[in-house]
């Protein structure tokens, strides 16, 4: 069996990864997430994966800012869709027919650069005959939908694809200033109108005394996880997630055999800054709780970040959509957890029904409370 060197291309390129040869028949195997190994579907020989988890090397961020690694830079012909702009890497002899984003067919052929190599990746444990039942339990579910929908909707093809994610470290600290607040109670005296008089009332009521505070805040941050990726819907793939990343690999190109793998389309340098926007919330978070008063007000965060490291992981999604009345519904399975997330039509009727029970309920209600 021979192991291809895997690549990818920048800017929101997609790769079809090469293929292990069967040792039986001489037909490529393929990753099965049933067996976990490789797979033959010609004469169902089965190869394990020596599954390992020695990769855990951060990379230093600042010297990769200043490198260029291109560390998958195999001559490759790459197919670009012409209609959402995702890229697909194909061997030499390989034709590409149709996008796996979009499903558009008009490819092209263009030529780019390759990108930083993944050191991890999380293999698919959902087969593609689990993500189409999944698909169908969700779809059964959506009671806001037409009717027909669920006999008369037409599953289009369904693809795995490896969607890329950077993790970052970093060691903070955080100078701060705080407006403390400390509640007390004074009795004051007021007039009220109250049964056509004008009456004076005497309660208690809440002052709140501030202070200004100074303080640090220290604390490490451990694999932030951000997407690297434009093609696939944010909407989406946040109702998918969460992925177990203790499942993460050792990254091996037998794992992605069969699948296809999206070359980052958000590079490395925004990629930190979104995940510097999810640390500074974090430190927000941690000052509020380390201070300690009726009410806490942040004035001032000054953080440096010091130690920044990254990783390139690649997590599983099954990919596909489905017509209905001449209208395409977008839909995604995570394929670790199986969860479903996706768009289906609606029923204005359905909608129109429920509103209107709400409502005669509540009247109901209402008319109920007053014979009382």
């Given amino acids: 069996m021979t192991n291809v060197e895997n690549e990818f291309v920048e800017d929101g390129k997609i790769e079809e990864t090469e293929v292990n040869q069967c040792n039986s028949c001489g037909g490529n195997t393929v990753y099965d997430p049933v067996s976990r190994g490789l797979k033959c579907p010609f004469c169902g020989t089965e190869v394990e994966i020596e599954a390992t988890r020695e990769n855990t090397t951060e990379h230093d961020y600042l010297d990769a800012l200043d490198l260029a690694d291109h560390s998958w830079s195999n001559e490759k012909r790459v197919f670009q869709c ?145 997407k690297a990726s434009r093609n696939v819907a944010s909407g989406l793939i946040d109702k998918v997630e969460p992925f177990q990343l203790e499942g993460l690999l050792d990254y091996r190109t037998e794992y992605l055999s069969g699948f296809l793998a999206e070359r980052y389309s958000i590079p490395l340098k925004e990629g930190w800054f979104s995940a510097r926007s999810i640390i500074d919330h974090r430190i927000r978070n941690g000052i509020l709780r380390q201070e300690t008063g009726d009410e806490v007000r942040i004035v001032q965060v000054d953080t440096s970040y010091d130690d920044i490291t990254f990783k390139h992981i690649l997590l599983p999604l099954w990919i596909s959509s489905f017509t209905f009345n001449n209208n395409v519904y977008r839909f995604l399975v995570n394929g670790q957890t199986g969860k479903v997330s996706g768009k289906a039509p609606i029923s204005v009727w359905k909608v129109m029904f429920i509103v209107l029970l709400i409502a005669l309920l509540a009247g109901t209600v209402y008319l109920f409370q007053d014979l009382l």
């Fill in 82 to 226: 012409d209609n959402c702009g995702a890229e697909t890497l194909l061997d030499n002899d390989k034709v590409a027919d149709f996008c796996t984003f979009c499903g558009s067919s008009h490819i092209a052929v263009t030529d780019h650069d390759a990108g930083i190599k993944p050191a991890l990746v999380l293999p698919f444990q959902i087969s593609k005959d689990e993500a189409v039942e999944k698909f169908k339990k969700w779809i059964s579910k959506r009671y806001f939908a037409p009717s027909r929908l669920k006999k008369d909707y037409e599953l289009k093809k369904i693809n795995g694809a490896y969607i890329p994610y950077w993790t970052f470290d970093s060691h903070t600290n955080t100078a701060y200033t705080v407006r403390i607040g400390t509640y007390y109670y004074v009795m004051e005296t007021r007039t009220v109108h109250r049964d056509g008089k004008m009456e004076q009332v005497t309660e208690q009521v809440r002052k709140i005394r501030w202070r200004t505070e100074y303080g640090t805040y220290t604390n490490f941050f451990d694999d932030v996880l951000v």
